[in-house]
Structure formats: structure tokens, C-alpha cells
């Protein structure tokens, strides 16, 4: 009984007289009924009565105690007969209220079992993704790998990538570039820094002749420790010490792609270089430089990801703009085989716009499989301890990695609730498959009309995603519309540029008649 109830008995009792002895053991009978404070008040006035009968007849306390009997027993009587004392309904609120009280312990004990078992389940790695992207890139030829041209090119004695160096040269001819109209020391600038890295252009140049960059997606994939030594491990891999064997150290997400900016930049380096061979009217050179740029944007494509096919378009636009100036402004300085080849090279500038949603869709496959479970057909449902990990692992900010007692407590307790509230591993999986396959659809266009069409039906595909509730996916799941456009962009770009080359080439033909 509550605290308030028994110090009521036990106020009511140490007025009556008794021994403390029988007070003691009506106190002790009255506590096993469990009944209300007014009733066990009752009970307790009608054994004090009782008792002091017995007293007054001449019995000792401990007599009275014997002869009374079995004291559980008792109270199981009087607890019955006070409750049949009740009212119907006061009766039911009794037995609702028991058997509530039973099935909310009872859900209480499925819930901590529930949260018990799916806290201490860990999400199974059965897709290798970083082995599915590394199947697809190419083998080099037997004329070998470009990366190694890249590195004789860019390394300083010791085999490391000269950023500093690269980043400073490229973007101080790039600003000279820029001012050149208005200011006549600009050029001088920019062919002064392009003379100081003529050699690194040379070699450069010889990457259009090795089509295979030869790089994996981390320092596992690489056939040498050459391109480790270039890059630095810390640069291929966002795993720090002691976290490689985690559930996201051979995580897609884990991986850097620093190929990327140094193919960028020289890319970058040789359409400038093709720039001023335009303004000196070097066919040859503008030509060779330009395949090699061109090249350079196969080797960032040779990634299927979105991030390497954005930047392969953002070179590729460049190559084109350069070409387009050059044939519009200096036409005269190519031969008519250098024509032929520029319009092959112009048409050589292809999307793979589709390839790298594949490559977003692999991604994200990766990291279902490393929030959810996985019951072996494909189903599974969401672990918070997995998803909270996920969202550590891949933040920016080392304090967030730091565990507190209090989000332990939350994924213990969240993983039933989550595995109800938010979808199921094949429902989220059946949902990206679907956007995926409709931006897919859309970089297949192949003419605008169907294009428009097509990005209508990915937007509204994209809209049921951004609006399906309990999309803890939402923030991760890329908009592709931009990207897409880039894609078609580049097509445009493409015919343009070769319509160009082919008017050039049909102008010549006609005067030469």
C-alpha cells in the first residue's frame, strides 16, 4: 500500500490501545489486502474491534494472534468481500484497469525485447560495391597506362603530386587568359607561364595515345605503389586510422577521388596551351593539344559516377569552346586533315550521364545495406543504431563521433518504432530503382521532344520522392534534373560544333571546284 495509506492505519491503530503486537499484525493484514485507504481504514476499525473483545474476555495478544489464523488467507477474504462490496461499474474499472496495467507490461516486455534484438543485429555487407565499380573500369593496352604519363608529368622527385605547383600555374595562366582584352601585358603573362611548363605539356600530350587511366576506386585497386605515392593515402581514402575495419571502412562513401582535380587541371593546361597555338596560327599543335585535353576527359569519365561524368562534361564543354573559337576565327591555320580529325573528336564528345546514375544507384545500394537488415530475400528494416553510425561516419565534424549515453538509449529504444514508422528495405529499394530508372530514361533521350517529355515524368517521379513520408533517405538521394540538362547540353554543344567544322569543310570543297 501507498506510504499516505499506511501511515493512515497506523495513526488510527496507535488510538486504539492494543498491544503492539496486535497492532503490528492488523497493520501487517490490513497492507496484504491492497485494498483503497478507506476500506483498509474499515477493515483495520473492524479487527480492532474484534481483538479488543478478545481482551476484554481475558485473552493475551499472542493467543488472539494464533487463534485468528492464517493471516494471507485472511486477507484474501477481505479483499474479496470488499470488492464485492463495490458497484458493477466500480468493479469493471477495477478489472480494466488490472488488465491494462498486464497488457501494457506485457507490450512493454515485446518492445525491450523488440529493441533488444534489433539493437544487437548488425546489417549484412553482402554487395561489394567498390569491387562491382573496379570490374567495370578498363585494362590498360600493352601501350600501358595513362596515369603513369600523368605522374612523370605532374610529380616532383620524390613521386608526389606537385599541387601546389600545378594549382598556382594553371590558374595564373587562366587569370592572364582572362584579362587579355584589357590588358595587353596578359598574354605575355600566360605564354611566359605556359613556356616555364613546356615540358610538363609534352608529356601531357602523350596521354592522348594511352586511352585507360589504370586507377582504382581506392588503394586497394591500384597495380602499383607508384599512384599511392602520387596521390598519398590520405587522399584515396577517407578512412581514418583505426576506422578501416568499420561498417563504412570499405564503404563507397569512404572514397576519395582525387584523380579527378589533377585531370581537371591538366586538362585545363592543354586547351590553354591549344589556345595560344590558335592565336599563333600552330595547327599541329592546337590539334595535339586538344586531342590530349579531350583524352583527359575520357580518363575522368572512366569512373561511373555522377561527380567524374559532371566534371568529364565541364571538360568536354571546354574542348568544344576552344575548337568552335579557333575554326570561327582562325579557320586558315588547319589543313583539311586537321578538320577531319577535329570533327572527330568533336563527335567523340559523348554523355555518360546514364552511366553515372548507375553509379549513384550503386551508392545508394551500398548504403541500404548498411542501415537495414537484411532477411536474406531482399526485405529488411531499419536499424538506428546501423543509421545513426552511418550519419557519424560520414559527418565532417570528429566531435559528432563521440557517443553519448543518451543517443545509446535512443537507437536501444527507436528500433522497433523506426522498423514500423519508416519503410521497409525492399519499399525503399523498389523506390529508388523507379527515380533511378526514370533519370535514366531521360539521359537516353534521343531527341529533345522526348527528352522534355521524359524530364517531366522524372520530376514528378521526383516530387514522390521528396513527399513520401519517412524518407530518411530524402537528404542523400540526389536531384539529377541539373545533371540531366548538362547531359543534352553537351549533345547540343556537340552538333554545333561539329556543323561548324562540316560548313568549313564544304566551303573549302566548293572554292576548291
Known amino acids: 500500500m501507498s506510504g499516505r495509506t499506511r501511515s493512515a492505519v497506523r495513526a488510527q491503530l496507535e488510538s486504539t490501545g492494543l498491544p503492539d503486537a496486535l497492532r503490528d499484525f492488523i497493520a501487517s493484514l490490513v497492507a496484504r489486502t491492497r485494498l483503497r485507504r478507506a476500506e483498509q ?66 507490450v512493454l516486455a515485446v518492445y525491450l525485447g523488440s529493441a533488444t534484438v534489433l539493437y544487437l543485429r548488425e546489417p549484412v555487407i553482402s554487395l561489394d560495391a567498390r569491387a562491382a565499380v573496379n570490374a567495370q573500369l578498363p585494362e590498360p593496352g600493352p601501350e600501358g597506362r595513362a596515369l603513369d604519363l600523368y605522374i612523370a608529368a605532374l610529380a616532383d622527385e620524390s613521386g608526389r603530386y606537385r599541387e601546389e605547383w600545378a594549382i598556382n600555374s594553371v590558374d595564373a595562366i587562366e587569370e592572364a587568359l582572362l584579362r587579355v582584352d584589357e ?7 600566360a605564354r611566359a607561364v605556359l613556356a616555364e611548363m613546356r615540358g610538363t605539356i609534352e ?22 605503389d607508384a599512384a599511392v605515392r602520387f596521390f598519398g593515402l590520405e587522399s584515396l581514402i577517407m578512412v581514418e586510422p583505426g576506422r578501416a575495419d568499420g561498417p563504412f571502412g570499405s564503404s563507397l562513401f569512404m572514397d576519395k577521388l582525387p584523380q579527378i582535380a589533377v585531370l581537371l587541371r591538366s586538362a585545363k593546361l592543354l586547351c ?21 585535353a ?76 548498411r542501415c537495414f537488415s537484411d532477411d536474406g530475400n ?23 563521433r563521440e557517443k553519448s549515453t543518451t543517443l545509446a538509449a535512443v537507437e536501444f529504444l527507436a528500433g522497433p518504432a523506426a522498423a514500423t514508422a519508416f519503410p521497409s528495405r525492399r519499399e525503399i529499394t523498389d523506390r529508388l530503382d523507379a527515380y533511378y530508372e526514370s533519370a535514366i530514361a531521360v539521359a537516353n533521350a534521343t531527341t529533345r521532344e522526348e527528352f522534355d517529355a521524359r524530364m517531366g515524368a522524372y520530376r514528378e517521379r ?13 537528404a542523400l538521394v540526389p536531384a539529377l534534373d541539373k545533371a540531366l540538362e548538362n547531359g543534352w547540353k553537351l549533345r547540343e554543344a556537340v552538333a ?9 569543310r564544304a566551303k573549302r570543297a566548293g572554292s576548291s571546284r
Open 41 to 106: 481504514l474499515d477493515i483495520a476499525a473492524e479487527l480492532t474491534s474484534h481483538f479488543s473483545e478478545g481482551l476484554a474476555a481475558g485473552r493475551t495478544a499472542d493467543a488472539l494472534i494464533t487463534a485468528y489464523g492464517d493471516g494471507r488467507k485472511s486477507a484474501r477474504e477481505l479483499r474479496a468481500g470488499a470488492i464485492a462490496k463495490r458497484s458493477a461499474f466500480d468493479r469493471a474499472a477495477d478489472m480494466f484497469v488490472k488488465w491494462g496495467s498486464i497488457g501494457v507490461a506485457a
Open 183 to 189: 590588358d595587353p601585358t596578359a598574354e605575355a603573362t
Open 203 to 224: 608529356l601531357l600530350r602523350a596521354v592522348r595515345t594511352r586511352p585507360v587511366l589504370g586507377l582504382g576506386v581506392n588503394a586497394n585497386g591500384l597495380t602499383d
Open 272 to 292: 590553354f596551351d591549344a589556345s595560344i597555338a590558335a592565336k599563333d596560327g600552330r595547327g599541329d599543335d592546337f590539334v595535339a593539344s586538344i586531342e590530349a
Open 294 to 369: 579531350s583524352m583527359s576527359a575520357r580518363h575522368v569519365g572512366e569512373f561511373p559516377f555522377l561527380v567524374t561524368e559532371l566534371v568529364k562534361i565541364r571538360v568536354q564543354r571546354v574542348v568544344l569552346d576552344e575548337v568552335r573559337r579557333a575554326v570561327e576565327q582562325t579557320p586558315a591555320m588547319f589543313t583539311d586533315a586537321h578538320l577531319v580529325r577535329l570533327g572527330e573528336l568533336v563527335r567523340a564528345q559523348t554523355s555518360g550521364i546514364a552511366i553515372g546514375v548507375e553509379g549513384e544507384r550503386l551508392m545508394m545500394r551500398d548504403f541500404i545495406q
Open 378 to 400: 531482399g526485405d529488411g528494416v531499419l536499424l538506428p543504431r546501423a543509421w545513426t553510425r552511418a550519419l557519424v561516419e560520414l559527418s565532417d565534424f570528429p566531435a559528432a
Open 462 to 474: 521526383m516530387g514522390d520522392i521528396r513527399a513520401a513520408p519517412s524518407n530518411l533517405l530524402d
Open 496 to 504: 554545333d560544333t561539329a556543323d561548324l567544322i562540316a560548313r568549313e
